[in-house]
Antibody, heavy 122, light 109 residues
Framework: QVQLVQSGTEVKKPGSSVKVSCKASGDTFSNYPMSWVRQAPGHGLEWMGGILPISDASNYARKFQDRVTITADESTSTVYMELSNLRSDDTAVYYC???????????????WGQGTLVTVSS | EIVLTQSPATLSLSPGERATLSCRAS???????LAWYQQKPGQAPRVLIFGASNRATGIPDRFSGSGSGTDFTLTISRLEPEDFAVYYC??????????FGPGTTVDIK
């Protein structure tokens, strides 16, 4: 049973960058794509992008394309999300999630990290 | 890019009642790519339904999903106290990635 454990709370200044980690345990890491989803306070879920660790192939939501970098370290079964040029409206809980694209062609997120609160404030 | 709309925004019901939540896509989508999640305060979302109608592992059979094309429905046959939460639909598209609906809050009447 895979578990996703994320790094802790961050407080950042506008214009700076943040890097959040997500460590997987209990299952094969490299073969599953991993995504990052954020949720601003009182708002819904927003997909930022994802990566397939075994190939390092990544894709990003158009909205975040210029500011987000998602990477993976197979040796430590860890995925990272770095968001640059932070603004106050980037204040949110950031989740990692494991993508499932099964043999029937269904797509969904079956496991989620606990979330990391990033606060952007001067 | 496909836009998902959920209705109603809030559903106020009593335990034991039936809940019917709607998710409408701006254009026809493949049912394989439609999933539903439940989120409780302070918790990460958890998948309930994938492929529009398949219950995820461990999900009680009072949860069911249906629909095709542009209209999808999540039904909770008899609400239990632990079912009061926010529900999101989600769609995946190879070109543009993942989109979520804005959510439906099911609260206690």
């Amino acid at each position: 049973q895979v578990q996703l454990v994320q790094s802790g709370t961050e407080v950042k200044k506008p214009g700076s960058s943040v890097k959040v980690s997500c460590k997987a345990s209990g299952d094969t890491f490299s073969n599953y794509p991993m995504s990052w989803v954020r949720q601003a306070p009182g708002h819904g879920l927003e997909w930022m992008g994802g990566i397939l660790p075994i190939s390092d192939a990544s894709n990003y939501a158009r909205k975040f394309q210029d500011r987000v970098t998602i990477t993976a370290d197979e040796s430590t079964s860890t995925v990272y999300m770095e968001l640059s040029n932070l603004r106050s409206d980037d204040t949110a809980v950031y989740y990692c999630a494991r993508d499932i694209y099964d043999a029937s062609g269904n797509f969904y997120f079956d496991r989620w990290g606990q979330g990391t609160l990033v606060t952007v404030s001067s | 890019e496909i836009v998902l709309t959920q209705s109603p925004a809030t559903l106020s019901l009593s335990p034991g009642e039936r809940a019917t939540l709607s998710c409408r896509a701006s254009q026809s989508v493949g049912y394989s790519y439609l999933a539903w999640y439940q989120q409780k305060p302070g918790q990460a979302p958890r998948v309930l339904i994938f492929g529009a109608s398949n219950r995820a592992t461990g999900i009680p059979d009072r949860f069911s999903g249906s629909g095709s094309g542009t209209d999808f429905t999540l039904t909770i046959s008899r609400l239990e106290p632990e079912d009061f939460a926010v529900y999101y639909c989600q769609h995946y598209d190879q070109a543009s990635g993942v989109t979520f609906g804005p959510g439906t809050t099911v609260d206690i009447k």
